[in-house]
């Protein structure tokens, strides 16, 4: 045997650089659901299904090609618990000159593999990961000498880079690189959002659910109406879908919230571009294609390509530059342990409830509900950012460190001190009310700050303001917030403070 080629869980793209220039006669490609892989986080069961079935799918169609594999099937018997047991039994079984793989998406596993060569005793080479648009190194180049970074700078230089939505005079089709003014509108039902699309379980679905029911009871999340795609085909599909029925739409209610609708416009693509069924680079020219064939508006194309070509490449590159040590950022000081009820979603606070209900049932949740609803009221409590990093990292069938922890820690926690985002995203209830209807629904009273049935977030917020003066006050974007706090009446203020303080102390009964 030549080569051993380990392709992982979120490496399901045909053209994966592990297998560049491999030989289907001698070298022989590794696949293993594994109980370490499985079980780092509690992987909401819906997750583990779609990684599976896409494994098994991805497998099957490698050996339809002609590759040799060796696949190793979930059992909590298998004595290979680690993809380094089970690396090690095929050394040991048929031998190798050397292990092969593509480098992985987060630190904890990449730095195990990176001790492998020493611990196996076999040359591992760890290609980089093409699939990203900008690779590490472009990133750290763009990011040399820069004292901020910033998304938007970033964007627009992989818009110049990539040739996306630009004239052929390299300006901004549409005169302006970022439409966002146009994509604030809240959504009253009209028009409708479309259904989400949807996969039936085929017969190797069926058998990962039934697996995943048998020995992952006691993970976070639902097993019913299971409608991920699990091939490249229908994530294909998922894709025209969504470019077709909600991109039109998408800019619009980007920033929408409903109490009855889970997904609005939102194209439910990240678990499929996460784990190699999707390319986002395709993904992008898709959008852009429907641009020029007129069928969605600018601001909805633009905005959407921002979210890939942008945000989704800006966090991969701050992860590589700043891990392992972004990991322990606390710099707000959070010592408050994580609510129970965002685990059963068991709370009167309506918008949170739906947000984590959604959660369970779907393992989605838009990016709102993440950044607005579930980081926000995390950001306000002062909970510890391990805390919230390892619930997002549980919950949601697109979560790996590398996308989650950038946008938890950095994004919603600000814990990493303003390195990914110039100001938190700390709001009031004023703000969901804004852009909801879930206020009108819910147990409190969004108009209210201090009484016993007041909106949680609204005192949670000023409280937030006041305890983190010394960090914020002399941000230009938060200078406002601290002339309306200082200008409240004292009397108000105490009252607000009190009110915060008892929320605090009783963040269980919520
Ligand atoms: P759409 O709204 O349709 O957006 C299109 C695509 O843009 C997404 O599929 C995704 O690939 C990309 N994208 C959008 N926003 C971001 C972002 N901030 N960072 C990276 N990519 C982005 N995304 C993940 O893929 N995995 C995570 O674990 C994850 N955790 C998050 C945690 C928090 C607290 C927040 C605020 C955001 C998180 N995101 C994460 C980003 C974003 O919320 C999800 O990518 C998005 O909700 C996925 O749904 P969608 O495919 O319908 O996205
Ligand atoms: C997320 C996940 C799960 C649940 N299970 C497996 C698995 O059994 N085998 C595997 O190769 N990969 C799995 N993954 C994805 C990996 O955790 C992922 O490749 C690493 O975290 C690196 O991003």
């Given at each position: 045997m030549a080569n051993l080629i380990l392709i992982l869980g979120d490496q399901l793209t045909?053209?994966?650089?592990?297998?560049?220039?491999?030989?289907?006669?001698?070298?022989?490609?590794?696949?293993?659901?594994?109980?370490?892989?499985?079980?780092?986080?509690?992987?909401?069961?819906?997750?583990?299904?779609l990684l599976f079935s896409a494994m098994r799918h991805f497998a099957q169609g490698l050996e339809a090609d002609g590759w040799q594999i060796h696949y190793l099937t979930y059992h909590p018997d298998n004595e290979a618990r680690s993809l380094e047991a089970v690396i090690a039994g095929q050394l040991e079984?048929?031998?190798?000159?050397?292990?092969?793989?593509?480098?992985?998406?987060?630190?904890?596993?990449?730095?195990?593999?990176?001790?492998?060569h020493e611990r196996l005793g076999v040359p591992v080479e760890i290609r980089p990961d093409t699939r990203f648009i900008a690779s590490k190194q472009e990133f750290a180049d763009w990011a040399e000498g820069r004292k901020q970074l910033r998304m938007e700078f970033f964007y627009r230089e992989r818009r110049r880079k990539t040739g996306l939505m630009m004239t052929s005079e390299g300006k901004p089709e549409g005169g302006q690189w970022n439409f966002d003014t146009d994509n604030r509108r809240k959504w009253t039902g009209k028009p409708p959002a479309p259904a989400p699309f949807r996969i039936e379980p085929d017969e190797v679905t069926r058998a990962v659910i039934d697996l995943v029911e048998e020995h992952f009871a006691d993970h976070f999340g639902t097993l019913e109406d299971f409608h991920f795609a699990v091939t490249p085909e229908d994530a294909e599909q998922a894709l025209d879908y969504f470019i077709d029925f909600a991109l039109p739409c998408f800019g619009d209610y980007q920033?929408?919230?409903?109490?009855?609708?889970?997904?609005?416009?939102?194209?439910?693509?990240?678990?499929?571009?996460?784990?190699?069924?999707?390319?986002?680079?395709?993904?992008?020219?898709?959008?852009a294609r429907a641009w020029h064939a007129g069928r969605a508006p600018i601001n909805a194309v633009e905005g959407f390509i921002r979210q890939i070509l942008g945000w989704r490449e800006f966090v991969r590159g701050i992860y590589w530059m700043n891990m392992p040590a972004y990991a322990q950022e606390n710099r707000l000081g959070n010592t408050r342990a994580l609510p129970w009820f965002y685990w059963t979603g068991d709370t009167k606070m309506r918008c949170m409830h739906k947000a984590i209900d959604a959660t369970r049932r779907n393992a989605y949740a838009h990016h709102i509900q993440r950044l607005m609803v579930t980081g926000n009221f995390a950001l306000l409590a002062g909970v510890k950012p391990e805390e919230i990093c390892d619930w997002y990292l549980a919950v949601y069938a697109d979560a790996y460190d590398w996308v989650e922890l950038p946008?938890?820690?950095?994004?919603?926690?600000?814990?990493?001190?303003?390195?990914?985002?110039?100001?938190?995203?700390?709001?009031?209830?004023?703000?969901?009310?804004?852009?909801?209807?879930?206020?009108?629904?819910?147990?409190?009273?969004?108009?209210?700050?201090?009484?016993?049935?007041?909106?949680?977030?609204?005192?949670?917020y000023w409280h937030f303001i006041d305890c983190h003066r010394d960090e914020f006050s002399n941000n230009p974007r938060m200078g406002m917030m601290y002339r309306n706090w200082d200008r409240q009446d004292p009397a108000r203020k105490k009252a607000l403070l009190k009110r915060a303080d008892w929320l605090l102390d009783n963040l269980e009964s919520l």
């Open positions: 045909p053209d994966i650089s592990a297998l560049d220039g491999a030989d289907r006669n001698q070298d022989r490609v590794v696949m293993a659901e594994v109980h370490n892989e499985a079980s780092y986080t509690n992987h909401h069961k819906k997750k583990i299904v079984l048929i031998g190798a000159d050397r292990i092969v793989t593509t480098e992985c998406g987060e630190w904890r596993l990449h730095d195990q593999i990176s001790q492998w920033d929408a919230m409903a109490d009855d609708e889970d997904w609005l416009f939102h194209s439910i693509l990240s678990p499929y571009i996460n784990c190699g069924l999707l390319d986002p680079l395709a993904v992008c020219e898709a959008a946008n938890v820690l950095g994004m919603v926690m600000h814990a990493d001190g303003g390195y990914l985002g110039s100001k938190p995203y700390a709001a009031s209830g004023k703000y969901i009310q804004r852009m909801s209807d879930h206020c009108s629904n819910c147990h409190y009273k969004v108009n209210k700050s201090t009484e016993k049935d007041a909106c949680p977030f609204n005192a949670l």
